[in-house]
């Protein structure tokens, strides 16, 4: 089998959850069918994700397009932007032509233009989604939510979610009938392996104390500012909280800033970002996933495998795998007062964390062999049996293209602009004009004499 994939980016700066669940996804495809032929496509600047692929044999192409949704707003795209997926669209139905995939699969819900390509070359298209697309979790949506899940409802044979929650969020635009879950794919005794590192010397912790691991890059919507609001709400100096992830320059004045005003700076740590988180998860006694908007949490996987008891907000795969009192606490999401007694119960009864650690690994292990992915993977791998339905509409993608907003409008009108006073400071022009003068002149003679 042939597999076309897009992704939406090629991990220049970090290897984010989104293209590890796409490496993931490769290994587990290969394992249930080790002549899988795959080829991937993301837009450019190369970066992680290129060392990933080469390292499995796959071959990588970068191709610009732009994403019709962000965590910032893009505008309209503008004339640029639509060119630019113009052009996408085009590439990526050459590659369809000279690659004959069976399956063209998206990776992303921020790019329609592989689904689009997909469906003018006539093969089926499958959309991996990881996110819960909403503008109440900070996405912008150029086309509108409703539109944007439309178009990928029209355009795709399946739409497989990484959690039950987000399969439940999906369901308000995609069919029931085209709906799967993949949990993506997590081995607890590799992780096990790469968390016993040798020499490994965490971050100082309080002699008796509770330490509490919060991994992941820190964003709002992430939610370690709500952590940071529990801690001043317990006002524990016994508790240090290990912030383990990037801190981007956007959000570090803001995030830096709420700590001095907290004044929690004494009780936490910014480790920062590190190759393997594993080693501090270990050394810690528990995990907090306080997340706004996370659709799987691969982190509160991560926790259980190594035997942490997982505290989580009511998001993504949280509500599915923890019992909550049993493996770890769920606690509304945005809830400061829930989570902070969730933090100050494992610090009252430290024994609580290392019997909620010992049935979070057992839960995990439970957990994995009642979502089989063979099925799922049989599935949309069969698709191109089934007969392909007609589309009813114009995907919003496309009707979008001809109904440009007024930034491109304008863009356009400024580019006719600049165009004409290049032309007319040009030598070309200027020899034009003065060889062409004695024509305008007889011209103007001649009106004259007939007014």
Do not use: C
């Not at 050459?94 to 003018?120: C, G, K, Q």
């Amino acid at each position: 089998m042939r597999v076309l994939v897009l992704s939406h980016s090629a991990a220049p700066h970090n290897f984010g959850g989104a293209e590890l669940a796409l490496v993931e996804l490769l290994d587990t495809w290969r394992e249930f069918d080790p002549e899988t032929v795959f080829l991937v496509v993301a837009r450019p600047p190369s970066g992680l994700l290129d060392l990933q692929l080469a390292a499995r044999g796959i071959e990588l192409e970068l191709l610009d397009f732009t994403h019709t949704v962000s965590s910032v707003p893009e505008g309209e795209g503008g004339f640029e932007g639509l060119l630019t997926d113009i052009a996408a669209v085009g590439r990526l139905r050459e590659v369809i032509r000279d690659f004959h995939p069976d399956l063209v699969v998206t990776n992303t819900i921020v790019a329609p233009w592989a689904a689009i390509a997909a469906n003018l070359e006539k093969v089926p298209h499958v959309l991996f989604a990881h996110e819960f697309g909403a503008p109440e979790h900070g996405l912008h949506f150029r086309l509108g939510a409703a539109e944007t899940f439309d178009d990928f409802a029209s355009l795709s044979d399946y739409v497989v979610a990484n959690s039950g929650p987000l399969r439940d969020h999906l369901a308000q635009w995609i069919p029931e009938r085209k709906l799967l879950v993949l949990h993506p794919t997590l081995s607890a005794t590799e992780l096990q392996r790469k968390a016993a590192v040798p020499g490994f010397v965490p971050p100082a912790r309080p002699d008796a104390g509770l330490v509490v691991a919060v991994v992941g890059r820190i964003a709002k919507g992430k939610g370690q500012d709500l952590v940071l609001r529990a801690l001043a709400e317990l006002g524990a100096p016994a508790i240090t909280v290990w912030f383990i992830g990037i801190l981007p320059a956007d959000f570090e004045q803001e995030f830096l800033a709420l700590i001095d005003e907290l004044d929690v700076r004494s009780s936490v740590v910014l480790v920062g970002a590190v190759d393997n988180p594993l080693p501090y998860i270990a050394a810690a006694d528990v995990g907090v996933n306080a997340s706004r908007n996370e659709s799987f949490g691969r982190v509160t996987l991560e926790y259980m495998a190594l035997g942490k008891p997982v505290i989580a907000t009511d998001t993504g795969v949280a509500t599915e795998i923890i019992r909550s009192g049993i493996d770890g606490i769920v606690v509304p999401r945005d809830d400061v007062g829930a989570l902070a007694a969730a933090i100050g119960g494992y610090l009252a009864d430290p024994g609580l964390a290392a019997v909620h650690g010992a049935s979070a690994s057992r839960r995990l292990a439970e957990f994995e062999d009642a979502h089989p992915r063979r099925v799922v993977l049989e599935t949309i791998t069969g698709v191109g049996a089934a007969p392909r339905e007609p589309l009813v509409a114009i995907p919003h993608a496309i009707a979008h293209w001809t109904e440009p907003g007024p930034s491109a409008i304008r863009l356009f009108e400024m580019r006719q602009h600049s165009l004409a006073s290049e032309l007319r400071g040009s030598a070309t022009w200027r020899a034009g004009s003065v060889l062409t003068a004695p024509v305008r002149l007889a011209i103007r003679v001649l009106r004259r004499g007939r007014s």
